[in-house]
């Protein structure tokens, strides 16, 4: 056991001192699905992180419904007005409307919509105060306008907003600290590549939520949504999420399947939306083909790495 950790430190070491490709990211991080990282730019670097917010956002709501002993098909949630008011992307709901958490799961992970987060951190919020009388820190203090919440609404996005932190630390997370469940601009939520491809793994581990972020499009009611993540039109990627903000520049974070075993890559600050996925890819192919070459030609076959030279990558809007 430990000639292989050995092993793998040397491996990876080996490959800290090869050349990755160039790219406009700030901050980027891909490990293996043990959680072992095979190359790196700044990835403590603590940035916001936009969207890839709602990966927590996600993961945590799934955890209360295990800890409140609730079922996510059967926990209905009515969208308030509030909800319906926010800015940037937008799942589009309409208010009073009811949802069950797992349609508001893919509201959420698919066209990264700001309603489907308040509406689902304000929900368990509410039952979490409800379960839990114990004052909040005072340090935790969500991000708001000035007059957007009620004082209840507050009290209740400051206590999602909490047990959001929490489920960080207990991930290792330490470089991170969230402010809000939808990742708009703000200078309190921040988070690093590397804290977040340990956000990323713990996601994948969920059966329901690895299903979400991998599916191209979502029907219910009369809603229909749509993936942003376009490397999922590519073989072998799966999920997680997009991002984007002005402050945090594009973002993603993406699993990829091969013979090497599951790749997580976040990429944090990237120009652009579409070199946002074009360097992801040439990083995935990048890592996978120097892995081999360098240091397990007899452990692991070749990687099934698809060519990014030609991919077209159409951006509609910002997402």
């Given at each position: 056991m430990n000639e292989n950790k050995s092993l793998h430190a040397k491996r990876q070491s080996a490959l800290s001192l090869l050349n990755p490709p160039q790219t406009s990211a700030i901050s980027w991080c891909i490990v293996t699905q043990m959680g072992d990282e095979l190359a790196s730019k700044s990835p403590s670097l603590k940035l916001e992180v936009a969207s890839l917010t709602k990966i927590?956002?996600?993961?945590?709501?799934?955890?209360?419904?295990?800890?409140?002993?609730?079922?996510?098909?059967?926990?209905?949630?009515?969208?308030?007005?509030?909800?319906?008011?926010?800015?940037?992307?937008?799942?589009f709901l309409k208010r009073d409307d009811i949802l069950s958490l797992e349609e508001l799961l893919y509201a959420l992970m698919l066209p990264s919509g700001n309603d489907a987060a308040i509406s689902i951190a304000l929900h368990f919020g509410s039952l979490l105060n409800t379960q839990r009388k114990q004052k909040i820190a005072s340090y935790i203090i969500c991000d708001t306008i000035q007059g957007f919440y009620d004082d209840t609404q507050m009290n209740n996005m400051n206590r999602f907003v909490r047990q959001m932190n929490e489920n960080a630390l207990k991930l290792g997370m330490r470089d991170s600290q969230f402010s809000n469940p939808h990742g708009l601009s703000s200078k309190a939520n921040k988070s690093t590549a590397s804290d977040m491809c340990r956000m990323s793994s713990a996601y994948l581990k969920i059966p329901i939520l690895k299903q979400i972020c991998n599916s191209k499009s979502y029907c219910c009611r009369n809603y229909e949504w749509f993936n942003t993540n376009l490397l999922l039109n590519f073989e072998n990627y799966q999920g997680i999420k997009t991002g984007i903000t002005p402050n945090a520049g594009a973002c993603l974070a993406v699993s990829y399947e091969s013979l090497l075993g599951s790749i997580i890559v976040v990429l944090i600050g990237a120009k652009d939306q579409k070199r946002r996925f074009e360097e992801t890819d040439k990083?995935?192919?990048?890592?996978?083909?120097?892995?081999?070459?360098?240091?397990?030609?007899?452990?692991?076959a070749p990687p099934r790495t698809a060519q990014s030279k030609g991919r077209s990558f159409i951006i509609k809007k910002q997402v």
């Open positions: 927590m956002t996600a993961y945590t709501s799934i955890q209360l419904c295990e800890e409140l002993n609730l079922d996510y098909n059967e926990t209905y949630i009515c969208i308030p007005r509030i909800a319906t008011q926010i800015g940037g992307t937008s799942a990083l995935i192919n990048w890592v996978s083909k120097e892995y081999i070459l360098f240091y397990n030609k007899t452990m692991y």
